[in-house]
């Protein structure tokens, strides 16, 4: 019976696969497919409420919130440059992992790690909406609403001992609401010089693994694991107010050059210096000025008919790069009529000095800084400087500090960091990015003016224009906190032509620096007295020493 079952079971299977082969031609020869039916439009207020919850998660975020802009056109853009865009970034990934692969290479009997497959898919990311913050700062910020639904290929083999492990990561759905930042704006290109990331929220990552030809992520508890684990290192790591920051410029731009702190100069003396006058002595006097600033240099009192003169004078000088910047010390020999004659100079860098040191140097003036130079040996006498570095004190020094359980910090009660700011020197940094809507009766040619301290200084003149950008820094030295003090910046404008005015006053505002003090920086849009629309963007930072 056995032998008869079988027998007919194979005279079966050999008729059956060529009956089915004809009938399967046939149907696909002689019947005619039906139409597809085209989806059913409707407007929203005709669906009920559960297929509306279905929905809503798939609705772009420039429908539901009026903050968000439509970008169609950048979706485009990123869907024609995605296969370029695919190799670039699958380039990074390589070049990037490669050497953090070759670390664990000879570990855990681990022999080989290496892309098999490296692809993103065809499937570009869509970004659902982008919203644009306008702020006062240097920067611009925005947050799109980022979406992947991907097909990626990326297979990883790993050679354990004999054996071949294949890792596969397929299906991958992203979606994350990044705020990316373009931070400071500086006139190099790409016009500005880092980006910096952070996650508003915690991203949905959902992806599937296959490990030796099956699902991980099916074993009860592990895709829950995964997500739970990757959530919580992504938020520790690019969760607001954590970012990510990729610098574009080095330091060397100059808007990026940030003051870092004081140099105090005492030039004390100088010894047997060059007899320049034929029927007397030297007339001389010092000037000063560090590497890289673009502020005039300071310079000392003359002292008439000296060859061996004593100054004593102090000087202070804003540094922003102790490691590179040198102090530059020139000698001249004044003279009443024509141009002073040079009597010598000589470098100090900075990088020999310890902070809140001081260092006494006597340097021997030379012709310049040539040292193959042979006039370099000739005698041009000695000049003796005393230097002290001191650095700023950090903000998050300043009020650092353990919390109470009201809130505030040790440091911050009784005499905590407001007495150290309060009571230290510091420096005034009086940044004019513009202004707005400022309107001339004869003219519009602006510029602004700074007035503190009895010291005035004024911006470039920009010609023909109501909304100037001047985006100039003044410095102020100061012994103590300017607390009772204000700073007034008037707006003129100066006549280029023939005009019966030669100047005019275009508004002023009068700004109390109290806040800049306790809060160290404000950067605020004021409006200007004696201005119909006019508003001044200001930036005031108060550094202590």
Not at 167 to 184: E, G, N, T
Not at 279 to 305: C, E, F, N, R
Not at 322 to 331: E, F, K, N, S, Y
Request: glycine share 8%; with cysteine; proline share 6%.
């Amino acid at each position: 019976m056995g032998f008869l079952g079988s027998l007919l079971g194979i005279i079966g299977f050999g008729i059956g696969i060529p009956l089915g082969l004809l009938l399967g031609f046939l149907l696909f020869i002689y019947v005619e497919p039906g139409d597809v039916k085209e989806p059913i439009s409707r407007p929203i207020h005709e669906f009920d409420t559960n297929s509306l919850l279905d929905i809503l998660p798939e609705i772009p975020l420039w429908v539901k919130h009026p903050d968000y802009d439509r970008i169609d056109w950048l979706n485009k853009l990123l869907s024609d440059m995605w296969p370029y865009l695919d190799k670039a970034i699958c380039g990074v990934i390589k070049s990037t992992a490669e050497p953090v692969f070759a670390e664990y290479i000879g570990k855990f009997k681990l022999k080989s790690v290496e892309f098999k497959n490296l692809s993103l898919g065809t499937i570009p990311p869509s970004i659902h909406g982008i919203k644009v913050h306008e702020t006062n700062e240097n920067e611009l910020v925005f947050e799109p609403a980022v979406r992947w639904a991907g097909n990626p290929n990326i297979t990883l083999v790993l050679k354990l001992l004999s054996l071949r492990i294949t890792v596969q990561l397929v299906d991958v759905q992203l979606f994350a609401a990044p705020r990316i930042i373009l931070k400071p704006l500086v006139p190099t290109f790409p016009c500005f010089a880092s980006v910096a990331v952070s996650l508003m929220e915690k991203p949905h990552l959902d992806f599937g693994l296959n490990l030796l030809g099956g699902d991980v992520m099916a074993i009860p508890g592990v895709y829950q694991y995964v997500q739970d684990t990757i959530k919580k290192q992504v938020a520790s790591l690019y969760l607001w107010p954590q970012t990510f920051e990729i610098p574009i410029l080095d330091g060397s731009v100059g808007p990026t050059k940030k003051p870092v702190g004081i140099l105090h100069v005492r030039v004390v003396r100088a010894i047997k210096l060059l007899k320049m006058d034929l029927l007397g002595a030297s007339d001389p006097y010092v000037k000063l000025s560090l590497s890289g600033d673009k502020l005039p240099a300071k310079k000392t009192s003359i002292k008439m008919k000296n060859l061996n003169p004593e100054w004593n004078e102090d000087f202070k000088l804003t540094v922003k790069d102790p490691d590179t910047q040198v102090l530059q010390l020139h000698a001249y020999d004044w003279e009443k009529v024509g141009t002073h004659d040079k009597l010598g100079m000589q470098i100090v860098p900075l990088r020999l000095l310890t902070p809140h040191e001081t260092k006494e140097f006597t340097l021997n003036l030379v012709k310049n800084t040539n040292p193959n130079d042979p006039h370099n040996k000739k005698w041009r006498g000695k000049l003796v400087v005393e230097l002290t570095f001191k650095p700023f004190i950090d903000d998050s020094e300043l009020f650092s500090g353990s919390l109470h359980g009201s809130g505030k910090r040790e440091d911050m009660i009784g005499k905590g960091s407001e007495d150290v700011s309060l009571n230290r020197a510091g420096l005034l940094l009086v940044l004019l990015q513009g202004a707005e809507d400022v309107e001339g009766t004869h003219h519009n040619n602006p510029y602004a003016i700074v007035n503190f301290g009895g010291e005035q200084k004024k911006t470039k003149t920009i010609k023909k224009t109501r909304d100037p950008c001047w985006n100039e820094e003044f410095q102020f030295v100061l012994e103590e906190a300017p607390l009772k003090e204000k700073i007034r910046i008037e707006v003129m404008s100066r006549r280029t032509g023939f005009s019966f005015r030669r100047k005019e006053s275009l508004g002023y505002v009068d700004i109390n620096l109290n806040d800049v003090v306790y809060n160290g920086r404000i950067n605020e849009k004021y409006n200007l007295i004696n201005s119909r629309n006019g508003v001044l963007h200001v930036e005031i930072r108060w550094k202590v020493i």
